[in-house]
């Protein structure tokens, strides 16, 4: 699928992360976390949000009065950290599934996580109301899509035993499927849920504290830095399942490992922001279509552009009809998909 | 499916909306959204074409308010059976049927020869027309007062006009005394009114939202309110208003209260909470437009009073 011509010193050269690009992307997340900070529906200064960050490093008294202050640092500043870990392990989740089953469609959700997810939130919501404010329902939500990417894998695999992407997808699909039966059957039979439910899948960040950050900073820590040393090896996968046998990698191993990390970071993605959909899709396309085709450039690029991007959502959604807010999906994918048609006619698509 | 109440339906419907926005990027979900509102009709003629019974004897309400209504007429004996969410009153037959997600045929069972709905959800008005029932929606009144020509038209309907003409005699009478037992200060109080604890909220453009009007409130949702009565606050605008009162109207269905609530992210500057002027109210009687709705407005009378002598 790539070009005939057999790549020259410059080509070569290109396929990894080039550094004007790594800049670029740091200083889009840079502005990005500022911007967080400082927009949001009640005028605060930035001069002076820049004091009270000074002042609380230092252990001085904040410039700002109690409530201003209370919105920065306990409002603004979660949203920003949890929107910062969430974009990321979604864009780079979504790159992963992307290149290890060559399927420019993947994206975090793909082997069942969301409706895994939904599944385990429903079940806390309709069995164990009292609990559905408590750590109950983060955690149910992680581990329905555990379990439900999990059973995925065991059926794929049972029906090939090569790990063969085709299978899994559709053991994915299949589990996924049942997964939403389980869901609507609970909502219909207790329908009083449906709004809790609604509720937790639309959830976005604006619920965000830092306790959920601290609460899903380990998981999504460790799943993105797999991910990362993984780069080299997507690129392996991407030529095709024998070529990367015939390269000598574990094509099997490498798959799981690589859905593994993809699901426990996405699972905790889900598990404290719902679902947002179209990050896992746009980003590692744009900077595929912008930057290069080598997962070396796209995986960590996607890391600081998909934190960045879902940290500017959330402000969108937070200020575009302000004080009204929007469920931050629907801000990604309308903000996201007409600049994603530009980048897409602007370039040249190349097959994975 | 979901629930009765018009303000829940609504916020429902939004949540709805946005659901299938969301869910339609992400995979083939399809959430049938609630039919549109039909206009009011005039009193003595039904919803749907058929005519109204003289006296009927087996009436079925699928909305929550309209039972409310029908009890509080003395039409209470002529019902042979009410929606899940019918809470109130709690002698009223209950059953499974629902209002949001009807299912004709199981309506049709009860032989009923009026059924009452708030919404025509699934054109049950015309589904229930071929089986020659007749049908009176009585829908969210925009209005506080909107509520009384319901009970009055459902009155009339039910044979019951003159006990009606006394419920609304009686409710009208208690209102006023409840404006006049506050002082409406000036500047006004704020409030924010709750409805889940993702901070959808009401405006004043609803019968829930001139309770706060008629007692000299000011909302703090309707700055948010542009093109729609049921707005989505943000938690950084609910604690830049600082507003004075805080009503929950999600202690059932979503389990808040004081404590959840102190307990938010910055949720503790706000003058309501330090103040523990935070109203917890039972989400069935606060959003059903029925005569119980006077005891919402007398609790949010009583919170204005007490931070007024404080």
Known sequence: MQAAIPPGPEEVRSRGLPPLWALGALCFLIAAVLVGLTVGPTHISPWMIARSAFAHLFGLRSPLSQQDDAIVWQI?????????????????????????????????????????????????????PAAAGTELLPLAAFIGGLVAVALAYLLGNSVARTGGAGALILAGVTIAAFMTAIQTFLQQRQSDTLQQVYAWILGGLSGATWHAVLLVLPWIAISATVLIAHRRILDVLSVGEEEAGSLGVDVRRA????????TVGTSAAVAVSGLIGFVGIIVPHTIRLLVSSSYRAIVPLS????????????????????????PIGVVTAFFGAPFFAIVLRRTRWVGL | MITIHARHKRRAQALL?????????LAGVHVAAGAPRTARRPARASSNGVPLPADPTRIVSLSGSSTQDLFADGAGKQVVAVDEYSTYPKNAPRTKLS????????????????????DNVDNLEQHLAALHIAV???????????????????GQATGHAAQAAAAVTGMKREVASLVASVKQEKPPLTVYDE???TYYSVSSETFIGQVFTMLGLKNIADAAAKGT?????????????????IVLSDTLCCGQSYKTVAARPGWSTIAAVKNHDVLTVNDTIASQWGPLFVDFFKQVAGAVRKIEHR
């Open chain 1, 76 to 128: 603004r500043a979660p949203a920003v950290a949890l929107g910062g870990l969430v974009g990321m392990m979604l864009a780079v989740a979504g790159a992963s599934y992307q290149g290890t089953f060559r399927n420019p469609l993947a994206d975090p959700y793909l082997l069942g996580v969301s409706e895994g997810a939904g599944a385990g939130a429903t079940i806390v919501i309709a069995f164990f």
């Open chain 1, 255 to 262: 798959r799981v490992l690589i859905v593994v990390a993809a």
């Open chain 1, 303 to 326: 890391l600081l552009v998909g934190a960045g991007f879902l940290i500017l959502t959330n402000v969108l959604a937070e200020t575009v009809l302000s004080p009204e807010t929007l």
């Open chain 2, 17 to 25: 909306a946005a659901a299938v926005a969301l869910l339609t990027t």
């Open chain 2, 99 to 118: 209002g949001f997600d009807p299912n004709v045929e199981a309506i049709a069972k009860y032989k009923p020869d009026l059924v009452v709905i708030s």
């Open chain 2, 136 to 154: 009176l929606v009585e829908p969210a009144p925009p209005t506080f007062n909107g509520i009384y020509p319901q009970l009055l038209a459902l």
């Open chain 2, 195 to 197: 409805l889940d604890q």
């Open chain 2, 229 to 245: 009565t049921y707005p989505q606050l943000s938690s950084e605008y609910i604690v830049a208003s600082n507003p004075d009162l």
